[in-house]
């Protein structure tokens, strides 16, 4: 599970009779606006895994307070209302508690290193092989071709063998891809190995019927896998497995 990166202070400072909490956690402002009494700007949450998102904030802006955002670089405001755009690192800021609530559910869930999902085996979730797909036999006429150009295929056999698969297993990576393309702007889904026919693997593997792949990001960024494996089940693979520390495995029934 990915946390904020938050340190919750247990003070409060409420207003009214509502509890707040003081948290702090980095941000960077990257949008300010300036209007009469109060300006309005874009937090960016950073997150452990590097994610971000952003939160709109509003902040009242009186001549005497200081606004509720410690700055140790004041933000330019211009009195016309042109805007300054102002970075800022590491600040603190006093969420309310209903900030606390988006804040919370910003939190995405993720799979953990060796989890596997359903905690079953590989077998009994998708079933065993019948034998080993030989190219040019009757068998390997079913399986198709991955051209998904938001997938980026290693193919390091330099034979394509990565792009065939089962069409079951390629309508679940290419559902898989767009999420992933969502959930990471500007990185692909990337395909390291789907139907083998190299003998890379264990004996009966499913990558021999190619009804399963090794999948990563294609920054082959190693913190996003856990959150990858949580968006290879939200796609709907039948068996997805957090492997090992460079890659997620996944695999559909017949
Ligand atoms: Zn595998």
Redesign the pocket.
């Known amino acids: 599970m990915s946390e904020c990166k938050a340190s919750v202070k247990m003070d409060s400072f409420g207003t009214n009779d509502n509890v707040n909490w003081e948290i702090i956690f980095k941000v960077s402002v990257t949008h300010v606006k300036y209007s009469t009494g109060s300006f309005e700007f874009d937090v960016m949450i950073v997150r452990d895994d590097g994610t971000t998102q952003k939160l709109r904030r509003r902040e009242d802006w009186l001549a005497n307070n200081q606004p509720n955002v410690e700055v140790k670089h004041y933000i330019q405001l211009n009195r016309d209302e042109s805007i300054e755009e102002a970075k800022i690192d590491e600040k603190t800021i006093k969420c309310t508690s209903r900030e606390l609530e988006e804040l919370e559910k910003l939190k995405k869930p993720e799979l953990k290193l060796g989890e596997k999902v359903p905690n079953i085996s590989e077998v009994k979730a998708v079933g065993a092989i019948k034998s080993k797909i030989e190219r040019g036999t009757p068998e390997f006429k079913s399986l198709v071709k991955n051209n998904n150009h938001d997938i980026v295929f290693k193919d390091e056999e330099g034979t394509g063998a990565d792009r065939m698969m089962t069409v079951k297993l390629k309508n679940k990576l290419n559902i898989l891809a767009k999420k992933v393309k969502a959930e990471f702007p500007g990185k692909k889904l990337r395909v390291t ?1 789907a139907w083998d026919e190299n003998n890379e ?1 264990r004996p009966k593997s499913i ?1 021999y019927e190619g009804r ?1 792949a ?1 999948i990563t990001v294609s920054d082959k960024d190693k913190k996003k896998l856990g959150r990858l494996g949580q968006l290879a089940m939200d796609a709907g693979i039948d068996w997805v497995y957090y ?1 090992d520390s460079s890659h997620i ?1 996944v695999s559909v029934k017949k």
């Open positions: 190995e693997h990558h399963a090794d492997e495995h």
